[in-house]
């Protein structure tokens, strides 16, 4: 007979038992004594995080480079309300990451932190799971790591504070650990018109998205790609996935490069591999108008999000792309030509920089494209939202998709130094470098910069300070009105973060980035480089 034990033991063990990574969070009552048994009695790893927010979106940074489920706990009340902005980042990222959190007990109807959690989950498009009683806590539990892991969104476990004290058998079955998504291989009508229009295309392009950057996934459309003699793309949290091919087009979409451009107006057929075919990958459906395109998705939930294509099939790419390339070996199809017009190099290169003539001003593009030769070469790269962005996306390159993290899904500045944290939890010897900018930092970035130092994390923070909010700055500027409404007289930043206690180095010109070189070479700490920039002379995006 099974050992009675309290519910928070119970869920702390099955936690453990499941190994499915770190626990992030911030503690209450309801939530204190789960995280206290899954770090000391079950040596598990606990990342205290320094607000709620923060706690939910190093998950989802841990999920998003990890592959796996992302877990977080917090108490209830304003707790759960600081980590709204979060789960609607998760829900529009496609991240499955499971919120443990706590609620007010039953009939305390007086109690101060007492707010309808559920109705506030439901409206991010997050999913809910109530634990039910207390003998079904974990058996609720593991559903909701199921349902995180198949709608590929973050899911709330939420727990009464009183019922985690009831005593129940120290039963976890069933395991926690979320199943194997099967793959399969589409068949019928819908394959065998998708062939005919891949077998018709004069001037195909094979997209990959993030659900097709595996290992098996790559190579089957690199093998794709050359039987029917088409460029490769992909979309940006792919970025990079078939970086030293021939043909490589980079990314699609906005930030493509203008020989990718010019390749993909030409384009008669888009065959889209588990990308979402939003209207940043299609350019506002510029790149897509007037071709046939197809597109792929592990899920049928992943057809048609975006752009709605003339077939949808769901199923594995390497299964996939082996069935159609069976089909145009076996009909003989030749191969469309569309690489002979094209050069096989330099695709994806984007405009050399337009460096500024005093050396006393920066120019952001130069900088960033110094900053990525000096910056460790196997990082994970996470970039923050603002009018920085986009030049850091183009411009800062990875060794593998995995090991990019976009955190902007929601349009919301401030969350990616949180997510920074979480994607480092998820390769502990590999550095991770961010880029934010100085509304972003001040927003979501302070707070949890020292959580990085507490974690000892290798973490270089790219902070671009033009001392204003950037996009605003640029609205106003655009329309010749006043842009002091936008502008924000920022203390130094690399004194902060010594003081937070990390490492700051400030960069006002060239001749500071060998400074810069010095201390990402000595690191031993969270090291932040600030690049003091003229918002006058930035991009806008």
Known sequence: MAASVKVYEALAHALAEAGLGPLFGVTGDANVYLADCFMRRHGGSFVAAANENGAALMA??????????????VTHGPAVTNTLTALAEGVKAGTPMVLLCGDTAYGDRENLQKIAQRDLILATGAGFEQMNTPASAVADLARAIRRANAERRPVAFNFPV?????????????????????SATPAGADLDEAIGIVAAAKRPIVLAGRDAIGDAAREALLRLAARIDAPLATTLRAKDLFRGEDYDLGIMGTLSAPGATDALMKSDCILAFGAALNFHTTSHGGFVDGKRVVQLASHPAGIGRGHTPDIGLVGGVAETVERII???DEA????????????????????????????????YVDVLCRLDA??????????????HMVKAMQSLRVQHPRLYVQTASFGSIGLGMAQAIGAAAAEPGRPVVLTIGDGGFMLGGLTEFNTAVRQRTDLIVVLCNDNCYGAEYALLRDKQMDPAISLFDWPDFAPIADALGGKGVT?????????AREAIARRDRPLLIEIMLDPAHMPFW
Do not use: C, K, N
Not at 171 to 182: G, T
């Open 60 to 73: 989802l940074g841990y999920a998003s480079v990890s592959g796996r489920t992302g877990l977080a706990t």
């Open 162 to 182: 009183d019922v985690m004290r009831a005593s129940v058998e120290d039963d976890f079955a069933p395991m926690l650990a979320a199943p194997a998504q099967p």
């Open 326 to 328: 069976y089909w145009l």
């Open 332 to 363: 003989e199809i030749a191969p469309s030509g569309f690489r002979g017009e094209l050069s096989p190099h330099g695709l994806a290169d984007q405009p050399p920089p337009q460096a500024e003539a005093s050396l006393q001003r920066l120019d």
């Open 374 to 387: 000096i910056l460790p070469p196997d990082r994970i790269l996470v970039t923050d939202a603002g009018r």
């Open 507 to 515: 960069v006002r010109t060239l001749a500071d980035l060998d400074l």
